[in-house]
């Protein structure tokens, strides 16, 4: 067995490494080392691990098609499941010290802050995902359908960079970065099927 | 021997070396991919506390008042104002401020008061040191929804004025920080155009409670806080409390300001702080008081209504927001 075949060592790496970034937020909260303004800190953290972790999901197909790295394909429903996971978490925060668990303020406050709606949205696209990371569940939607909803990733990643885009001030530089890296690993999927297409396509004559 | 599947047995890797080679690569890729996540994080993560390095100012007289304009409320740690700071010439990651403007050079420095004025001058920091600073303990309330209560030093900006005379013309005030970007690298990426410029009426900046701070904790500006002189007004979003000043113009018309030119329909010239006016993209009625957990609701012109509701009489704060 080679070291890219073994799925349990990769899938020991990708849970510790996804799990690094919470375990060290909560050792700072408990050092009293988030900053000035902790909410601040970890609503931003979380947010921004719900990127990532969208991002790498995106990166798996591009790596096995160009490096064949087929390995990778394994862990990817893991890697989804920690972008749920900060989203949820990125999400309490807000409930719990932007809305101060204020439940009924919600409604208004996606009402009025596009941003807000555009968040919840992309939030709500991963529910389904989430819920049908399960072997019984692909089983029971079949390979086809269950990757065609899971395609629903694409527009929750638009949604997020998005979100993270209109809430800064004034320095765009980490949501353009994000929506560069973004643009370019849906783009491989637009040509890829274009290219597709065109292989397939009936010759006229 | 080529096609041969005969291998010498000397070159096979015994199971042994084999196995021990095995557990280096993934001792070594456990390492690396740790490193590589937490360090990742870490650059992420907010920067160490901040030492108070300044100079003891010693010209401080009426220290009474300071009680007085934030009622009972709790002083901020100074490493909590010195350690977050929204200063977009060096980096807009407030936690990384204090690092960046280290090495800023603020002395010498010199501020120059000119436009509708009789004596036009310009004051070296010893001059700007000669002013007799009082102590003043304000809200300091960000536009963001953050705020905090800073002890600063300083002097009302009023008696700047008077000396320069301004000239029965002038209506307003504008207001310039120092800029170079050899000092400040990282301002290529603040996204508002530099020099940062503010401005105020000439009766806002007459106002006994707007200061040119020159300290907080009785000691000089930090770098990161706009050493070393600054405007503050307390009733206004902290933005308006420009700092680094070297250049204030008398003028007879509305000057432009940094974000009301970055974003029209987000930031207004008056920008006082106002619960019932909401920012376009979140709401404006509580803030998180720095060192807070929950939040709480944001005053009327940062609870200072009484000395300075009188200046907006007859006018409709929703339009001149």
């Not at chain 2, 996540?37 to 901040?50: S, W």
């Not at chain 2, 993209?281 to 200072?304: C, D, H, K, P």
Request: include cysteine.
């Amino acid at each position: 067995m080679t070291l890219s075949s073994d799925s349990r060592f990769h899938r020991q790496l990708v849970v510790f490494n996804g799990l690094l970034p919470a375990l060290l937020i909560l050792l700072d909260a408990w050092r009293g080392k988030l900053g000035a303004n902790p909410v601040e800190f970890i609503t931003r953290a979380t947010g921004v691990l719900t990127l990532v972790f969208l991002v790498i999901t995106l990166m798996v197909t591009p790596l096995r098609k160009i490096y064949g790295w087929n390995w990778l394909l394994k862990q990817r429903r893991l890697l989804g499941l920690y972008a749920f996971f900060y989203g949820v978490a990125h999400l309490l925060t807000y409930l719990a010290y932007d809305r101060d668990w204020q439940l009924q303020t919600v409604i208004g406050d996606v009402y009025k802050r596009p941003f807000i709606a555009i968040g919840m949205f992309s939030f709500a696209l991963m529910i389904p995902l989430a819920v049908t990371s399960t072997n019984a569940m692909i089983k029971k939607l079949g390979g086809q359908r269950w990757a065609q909803l899971h395609r629903l990733t694409y527009y929750i990643t638009i949604g997020g960079v998005l979100h993270y885009y209109i809430i800064v001030k004034s320095d765009i530089t980490y949501p353009l970065i994000f929506a560069i890296v973004v643009a370019v690993l849906l783009g491989y999927r637009v040509v890829t099927s274009l290219k597709k297409a065109r292989g397939v396509a009936p010759r006229a004559s | 021997m080529s096609g041969s599947p005969n291998i010498p047995s000397s070159e096979i890797t015994p199971e042994a070396t084999f196995l021990n080679r095995r557990f280096f690569m993934k001792s070594a890729i456990w390492a690396g991919s740790t490193l590589a996540t937490a360090g990742l994080y870490r650059t992420f993560a907010p920067r160490p506390e901040v030492q108070n390095t300044g100079a003891t100012i010693t010209s401080v007289s009426e220290p009474a008042l300071s009680t007085s304009l934030a009622a009972d409320e709790k002083i901020n740690s100074f490493t909590e104002i010195a350690g977050y700071n929204n200063y977009y010439e060096f980096s807009t990651d407030k936690s990384e401020v204090a690092a960046k403007a280290k090495d800023f050079i603020t002395d010498p420095w010199s501020v120059q008061v000119g436009g509708l004025v009789q004596k036009p001058r310009t004051f070296d920091l010893a001059d700007l040191l000669k002013f007799e600073s009082v102590e003043r303990t304000y809200r300091f309330r960000c536009v963001e929804g953050w705020s905090m209560v800073i002890p600063w030093v300083g002097f009302p900006l009023s008696k700047l004025l008077s000396m320069v005379e301004p000239t029965s013309a002038a209506t307003h005030v504008a207001f310039e920080t120092y800029y170079d970007i050899k000092q400040m690298p990282d301002s290529g990426s603040a996204g508002i155009d530099l020099p940062y410029v503010e401005g105020l009426r000439l009766d806002e900046a007459m106002h006994p409670l707007t200061l040119l701070a020159t300290g907080l904790y009785g000691k000089t500006l930090p770098n990161q806080n706009g050493a070393p002189i600054r405007l503050v007004v307390p009733w206004k979003y902290g933005f308006k409390s420009i700092k680094s000043v070297v250049k204030i113009t008398l003028m007879d018309r509305e000057p432009p300001t940094t974000w009301s030119l970055a974003n029209p329909g987000e930031y207004g010239f008056y920008s006082n702080v106002n619960p019932n006016v909401d920012h376009p993209r979140w709401s404006q009625a509580r803030e998180r008081r720095i060192g807070e957990v929950g939040s709480r609701e944001t005053l009327m012109f940062n609870g200072y209504a009484e000395q300075v509701a009188h200046l907006y009489a007859g006018m409709d704060l929703k339009e001149d927001f």
